[in-house]
């Protein structure tokens, strides 16, 4: 079953062993990111390949539409472990142009289940709507939404009180918001990036 991903795999395991016989006996013994990321599920935006990094050097959460939803225990406990644990710098949440929920949260037809998870998006959406609607086209529409939804899990990610209380502590984490562009595999920063409480005020009075 599957007999070529066993193959793949072990292929890619020895490439990195000849590189560097110790690599996964160290990494067996501790993990030490500097990085979170808070992704898209979209099988295209495969969050260490983007950025070329090797296991052990991002910690990953993916869902659908890189949302943080302030009462999801799966993306909290993800912050929580990698802000108060893994002590990492800097958190990334990752968009990208072209969005199939973000899509979707612009239509108006109900799909199931996901309505639900997309809700958050047509808040955004609705928070937005005029300078939404002043775009030419369906596809701009999704791709400025796909953008004005990184800002907003952004803002999502700062109001949470694992990085909060970071920030209290007197502790460095920033906090970014980036998109990527299946188009030509780069990522973009949308400057709306945050690093401490008084900056995700003002990012919110300017989003708001
Ligand atoms: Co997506």
Redesign the pocket.
């Known amino acids: 079953m599957l007999e070529h991903l066993f193959t793949q795999n072990r292929e890619w395991a020895r490439a990195i062993s000849t590189r560097d016989p110790q690599f996964f006996q160290k990494l067996s013994e501790q993990q030490a990111p500097e990085y979170l990321w808070i992704g898209?599920a979209?099988s295209r935006?495969p969050a260490n390949e983007i950025v070329d990094l090797l296991p052990g050097e991002l910690f990953v959460h993916r869902n659908?539409?890189n949302l943080v939803i302030h009462t999801d225990f799966n993306c909290l406990s993800v912050i929580e472990y990698a802000v108060a644990v893994l002590r990492v710098k800097h958190i990334i949440v990752c968009g990208?142009y072209g969005?199939?929920?973000?899509r979707a949260a612009l239509q108006d037809r109900r799909l199931g289940l996901i309505d639900n998870w997309l809700r958050h998006i047509r808040d955004v959406r609705l928070r937005h709507r005029a300078e939404l609607d002043a775009l030419p086209s369906e596809d701009s529409q999704v791709d400025r939404l796909c953008e004005l939804n990184v800002a907003e899990q952004v803002l999502n990610v700062c109001q949470t009180t694992m990085v909060q209380s970071a920030w209290e502590e007197g502790r460095k984490l920033e906090v970014h918001g980036w998109i990527y562009s299946l188009q030509d595999g780069l990522l973009r920063d949308l400057a709306v990036g945050v690093s401490d409480a008084a900056g995700a005020q003002a990012l919110l009075l300017r989003n708001h």
């Not at 969005?99 to 973000?102: H, P, Y």
């Open positions: 898209c979209d935006v659908v539409a990208h969005c199939g929920g973000v």
